[in-house]
């Protein structure tokens, strides 16, 4: 009777051309099973499971779900869960259920997904791997998509930006770097999507990035292209630079400039020097270079010490710079010399006013912790091309007119006149 109610309800032939498994049940048991359902339970033929309840190839921590009853799973659309062969071996399966109305028979097909799950788990640990990769990593890792916007970045581009987890996804990329930058990093997108600047990609280059707080930073930079199928997809590295430039930026300054003071060193004077010579030729006006001895420093660094010697050079260095224009330079090139250039003068007497306005400004005296420091200066000026034709005949000149006013008796200044002739300046 079973068997006529069966070959009524379904077409054995047909059911025996699926490749999954095909069960039938009545009152809870097999009344049909098909040879690819004999082979995924591992049985001699479908004579082993005719008459035995389908949960008997269920394993335990499933057979919950045949107590809930066929009917309810029969509402699902496909239930993966595990099954064991006749030898005992487990693998991963996956049911639909379905009730024929008509003589209160279930349908079960059934899917070895044992493969499926293997390779989706390894996938899945592919991709934890690769996410634990991208989140260790110290450099930014962002993609950009052929329109423009972001679609993933790493914690550390996240970091590096200022953005919260997953909140850089959707931007313009635009968004990262700051306003003045946009169009033309635009249009260098532009030309590169139409073909043009084909070795774009690849390139190790300089940019600054935009953080969400409106800061900015260095940054290196390499983007790399990966088609899929009609889409181009970018992959940019990041890397905040920020220390290396601040650290490039204080060797360039150890090199130029005086550590005790920040003033320009010879180094630099030297440099600023020739620039000046060049325009004062190309222009034919007339620069001035003069050369400040303090005096009486020696005795405030025996009686008080060095660290009253360095207070007392910064406070001279800050006086010097302020009876100079921003366009002229003030260096230090010795443990108290100092030389200021002064550009751009008519007549030698624009540098006799500045002179004139050091001296005064250095015969204040400095206060050190409570004891007032006396100092005072012997300049000595030169002026281009009165008093030489090159740097060096300039600063010469202005060398000897210091030490006639050291001889002199200090606290002056005083010219260097064209053929060895001093013209006197104001002096105490």
Known sequence: MATRTATVVLDRELLELASSLVCLLRDNQIIFLNN????????????????????????????FLMEAGWDLLA???FL???????????F??????????????????????SKFVKSAEALRDREERLQGILASVAEGIVTINDSCKVESANPAA??????????????????LMPPDMRDHHQRFFDA???????????????????????????????????????????????RDI??????????????????????????????????????AKRHGGRMAVLYVDLDKFKPVNDSLGHEAGDHVLRAVSDRLAACVRSSDTVARVGGDEFVVVIEEITRPNEAALVARK???????PVDYDGHPCQVGASIGVAVFPDDGNTMEEVCKAADIAMYRVKHAGRNGFSFFAAHGHPVEGFED
């Open 242 to 279: 920020s220390e290396r430039k601040e650290n490039e930026d204080r060797i360039r300054r150890l090199a130029h400039h005086d550590t005790l003071t920040g003033l320009p060193n010879r180094n630099l004077l030297n440099d600023r020097m020739n620039h000046a010579l060049a325009r």
């Open 358 to 364: 050091i001296v005064e400004s250095l015969s204040r």
């Open 192 to 238: 590169y999507m139409s073909g043009l600047f084909p070795t774009l990609m690849g390139r190790l280059v300089e940019g600054v990035g935009l953080r969400v707080d409106g800061s900015t930073f260095p940054m290196e930079i390499s983007v790399s292209e990966l088609r899929h199928g009609k889409h181009r997809l970018f992959t940019a590295i990041l």
């Open 80 to 90: 993966p869960l595990k099954l064991a062969r006749a030898d005992g071996t487990l």
């Open 158 to 175: 996240e970091l590096m930006f200022g953005y919260k987890r997953g909140r850089m996804a959707g931007i313009e990329l635009g968004e």
């Open 75 to 77: 509402e699902e659309d």
């Open 36 to 63: 690819a359902g004999v082979r995924m339970l591992g049985l001699a033929s479908s004579d082993d499971a005719i008459g035995c309840p389908f949960e008997d190839w269920v394993v335990d921590d499933y057979r």
């Open 92 to 113: 991963e399966a996956e049911l639909r259920v379905r009730r024929v109305p008509t003589d209160d028979v279930y349908f079960i097909e059934g899917r070895d997904i």
